[in-house]
């Protein structure tokens, strides 16, 4: 790739970062948590999903080779703490830009993967975790259920996003053309998730006599 492309595509992830360590943080301060813990759920939001495809893909972790994206969370999380009555002000701007970052790093987890050698079950499965498992961890450590499981639309448009880079990758070969249309195509069907509330079906349970225990 031309170094115009990769200076864009690392200022996405470094936008991507901003944003996941800034859900990360306004969770934390929420759960009325002192700055450290919300700087702690800032750096997991923002890097845990790409910290964990780099360990499965024995490949060297990028916040090591890469300090920057820790220091890029913990700023976030200190302007979300000292400031957080005007950003949560603008938290349907946040949840945009949560899309953009879902988009980008879901790109660039399948492109690491299919770096690796990965086949396609692999790279859906490294774009899903690099997109979704830092707030996987964030509202597990918060002590909420998961976004993912119980949320509109999230996962399924990393999974989207995913299978369009692979597609791209395989009938074209334009690594660039694949990452642009896995990103879009994730944003898109986040933002039109939020917009119409899709849900996927769940059992709703109205017998208050059903037992807990099944």
């Not at 080779?65 to 938290?91: D, H, K, M, N, W």
């Not at 259920?145 to 999974?159: D, G």
Request: glycine residues 10%.
């Amino acid at each position: 790739m031309s170094s115009g492309v990769l200076i864009l595509l690392s200022t996405l992830d470094y936008l991507g970062t901003i944003v996941f360590a800034m859900t990360g943080a306004l969770k934390g301060v929420r759960r009325e948590m002192d700055m450290f813990g919300v700087a702690s759920l800032a750096v997991v939001t923002a890097i845990g999903g790409g910290t964990l495809r780099d360990l499965l893909l024995q490949r060297p972790v990028f916040w090591m080779v890469q300090p920057v994206y820790i220091l890029i969370a913990v700023v976030t999380a200190l302007f979300v703490f000292l400031l957080y009555r005007t950003v949560s002000e603008g938290e349907g701007l946040i949840m945009t830009l949560d899309a953009i970052g879902l988009g980008v790093f879901t790109a660039i987890g399948a492109m690491r993967a299919q770096e690796a050698g990965a086949q396609v079950v692999i790279i859906v499965t490294m774009a899903c975790l690099t997109g979704i498992g830092g707030g996987l961890i964030r509202d597990l450590l918060s002590n909420d259920i998961p976004v993912v499981l119980r949320k509109e639309v999230y996962a399924s448009a990393c999974i989207a996003g995913a299978l369009a880079f692979w597609g791209v990758q395989y009938f074209h070969g334009s690594k660039i053309i694949a990452i642009v249309v896995a990103a879009g195509l994730t944003i898109t069907i986040r933002i039109l998730a939020m917009i119409y509330n899709w849900n996927f079906p769940r059992v709703k349970i109205t017998d208050e006599t059903e037992p807990e225990n099944v």
